[in-house]
C-alpha cells in the first residue's frame, strides 16, 4: 500500500513538472527547429546533429558549436567555446547544491545531466516555494525529471526535424517566436528574486554582459555577467 | 577520418556533462558560510540575465518595446500568459514598425 502511494506520488509529482514546462516549449521549440536548420546548411548530418543535440543538451553551446562547424571541425576550438559558454553552470550547480544534499550521489549525478538554464530556474523555484510552505525535501526529484525528460525530448525532436526539413522552415525569427526565449527567463528571474538586493547585481550582470556582447567577439559575454554580478555581490556585502 | 566530427561531439557533451556536476561537486556536503550564501542567493540570477543579455542590444525599436511589454507581463503573470503576450506582441511589433 506505502508502495502504491510512493509511486502515484511519484507519477503526479513527474506529471507536475511535465506541464510546468509546457510554455517553455514554445520558446524552445522554434529555437530547436532554427538549429537543426543552421546544421544543415552547414553540412552537419541529421545523425551526428541528434547525436550533438541529445548528448550534450545545451542549446548555446550547440548554437556555437554549428556556426564553427566544418567539415573537418576543429576539435579543441569547438569544445573550449563551447565550455566558455557552459560556465554558467558552475554557477548553477553549486547553488542547486543544497538542495539535492538529501539525495545520494548515484541519483543526484544522472539528474544534473538535464540541468539546462529552463530545468534548474523552474527546479530552484519549486524548491523554494516548497522549502517556504514547510514540505520536505524542498527539491522533488520527481518534479524535476518530469521537467527535465520533457525538455530534452523537445530539444531532440525539435533539432532532429530542423535539420530534416530545414530551408523549407525560412526565417522563423520574423513571427516573434524568438522572443519567448527572454520572456521566459524574465518569469524564471521573478521566481528566483530574492528582494531588491538582488537587483544591483542582476543589472550589474546586465550591464557588463551587454556591454561585452557588443564590444568582444564570440562567447566572451558569458563569464564577464556572471563573473561582474558575483564581484557586485562581494563589494555589496561589506555594507549589508 | 569520419572519426573526427564524433570525437568532436563526444568531447563536447562530455565537457559540459563536467561543467554540470562541477559546481555540486565542490559544494555538496558543505556548510555554506555566510558570505557564500548571499552569493548564492543571487549569482543565479546574475547568470541568468547574462543569458538574455543579448537582446538588449538591438537597434530595433519593435524589438525594445516587446522586451519592454515581456518585462511588464512577467511582473504579474505566469509563465503560459507571458510567453504567448511576448510572441504575439512581438510579431505585431514588427510588422507595424
Redesign the interface.
Known amino acids: 500500500m506505502a508502495q502504491l502511494s510512493y509511486r502515484s506520488q511519484y507519477y503526479h509529482e513527474f506529471l507536475r513538472g511535465a506541464t510546468t514546462v509546457i510554455p517553455v516549449m514554445i520558446g524552445v521549440l522554434p529555437f530547436g527547429l532554427l538549429l537543426g536548420a543552421q546544421a544543415a546548411q552547414k553540412g552537419l548530418s541529421v545523425g551526428l546533429l541528434s547525436l550533438m543535440t541529445g548528448l550534450n543538451f545545451a542549446g548555446g553551446s550547440e548554437f556555437a558549436a554549428v556556426a564553427l562547424w566544418t567539415s573537418t571541425p576543429h576539435l579543441i576550438t569547438i569544445v573550449l567555446v563551447s565550455m566558455l559558454v557552459n560556465s554558467r553552470h558552475l554557477v548553477m550547480g553549486a547553488s542547486l547544491a543544497p538542495y539535492l544534499s538529501h539525495l545520494p550521489r548515484r541519483k543526484a549525478l544522472p539528474a544534473l545531466f538535464f540541468m539546462c538554464d529552463e530545468n534548474w530556474a523552474l527546479a530552484m523555484a519549486d524548491a523554494t516555494r516548497r522549502r517556504a510552505a514547510g514540505q520536505d525535501p524542498a527539491f522533488s526529484l520527481s518534479f524535476y525529471f518530469g521537467l527535465a525528460v520533457t525538455l530534452w525530448t523537445v530539444w531532440l525532436v525539435s533539432t532532429t526535424v530542423g535539420a530534416l526539413i530545414g530551408p523549407a522552415l525560412g526565417d522563423i525569427s520574423r513571427w516573434g517566436f524568438d522572443m519567448a526565449f527572454p520572456a521566459v527567463f524574465f518569469v524564471l528571474l521573478k521566481g528566483i528574486w530574492k528582494g531588491i538586493r538582488c537587483a544591483i547585481p542582476w543589472l550589474v550582470s546586465l550591464a557588463c554582459a551587454s556591454l561585452a556582447y557588443h564590444y568582444l567577439p564570440g562567447a566572451a559575454y558569458v563569464p564577464i555577467g556572471a563573473v561582474t554580478g558575483i564581484v557586485a555581490i562581494l563589494l555589496m556585502g561589506a555594507k549589508v | 577520418?569520419n572519426l573526427?566530427?564524433?570525437?568532436?561531439?563526444?568531447?563536447?557533451?562530455l565537457?559540459?556533462?563536467f561543467?554540470?556536476?562541477?559546481?555540486?561537486l565542490?559544494?555538496?556536503?558543505?556548510q555554506?558560510s555566510p558570505?557564500m550564501q548571499?552569493?548564492?542567493?543571487?549569482?543565479?540570477?546574475?547568470?541568468?540575465?547574462?543569458?538574455?543579455?543579448?537582446?538588449?542590444?538591438t537597434d530595433k525599436p519593435a524589438?525594445l518595446l516587446?522586451?519592454a511589454i515581456?518585462?511588464f507581463?512577467?511582473?504579474r503573470w505566469?509563465?503560459?500568459p507571458?510567453?504567448?503576450?511576448?510572441?504575439?506582441?512581438?510579431?505585431?511589433l514588427?510588422f507595424l514598425l
Open positions: 577520418m573526427l566530427p564524433v570525437a568532436t561531439i563526444l568531447l563536447m557533451a565537457s559540459t556533462y561543467t554540470r556536476i562541477l559546481g555540486y565542490l559544494l555538496r556536503n558543505r555554506l558570505r548571499a552569493i548564492m542567493d543571487v549569482a543565479p540570477g546574475c547568470v541568468l540575465i547574462t543569458i538574455i543579455s543579448p537582446y538588449f542590444i524589438d516587446a522586451l515581456s518585462l507581463a512577467a511582473s505566469g509563465l503560459l507571458v510567453v504567448l503576450i511576448s510572441v504575439v506582441s512581438t510579431a505585431v514588427r
